[in-house]
Nanobody, 130 residues
């Protein structure tokens, strides 16, 4: 059974930083593309970033240059380094596993997040104050 546990969320001031972690278990982590998605209060999911098994990455325009996604296949861990945080980054952040395995040809601009194609964790709350 796929098990994803996010941690590292919390309260930050605008301009500050947070580092989110996702501990994965129950499947071959190294063979799956992984993503971070977020959901602001009262809104749908937003695809934040994705990384495939080769380490290629893509980001939403709203976070490009501020957030960095990375993974360690030996530790079955995914991270999201978030810098220069803005109040609009507030939301619940989810770690997600692509249900079809790997992703190739990552788009330069991420489309809308399709939750039906990803297994998500419970999420971790990030709140950024002005």
């Amino acid at each position: 059974e796929v098990h994803l546990v996010e941690s590292g969320g919390g309260l930050a001031q605008a301009g500050g930083s947070l580092r989110l972690s996702c501990a994965a278990s129950g499947y071959a982590f190294s063979r799956s593309a992984m993503s971070w998605a977020r959901q602001a209060p009262g809104k749908g999911f937003e695809w934040v970033s994705v990384i495939n098994t080769s380490g290629s990455t893509s980001y939403a325009d709203s976070v490009r240059g501020r957030f960095t996604i990375s993974r360690d296949n030996r530790k079955n861990t995914l991270w999201l380094e978030m810098n220069s945080l803005k109040p609009e980054d507030t939301g619940v952040y989810f770690c997600a596993k692509y249900i079809y395995g790997d992703l190739w040809g990552l788009p330069e601009v991420l489309p809308s997040f399709d939750p039906a194609k990803w297994v998500r964790g419970q999420g971790t709350q990030v709140t950024v104050s002005a």
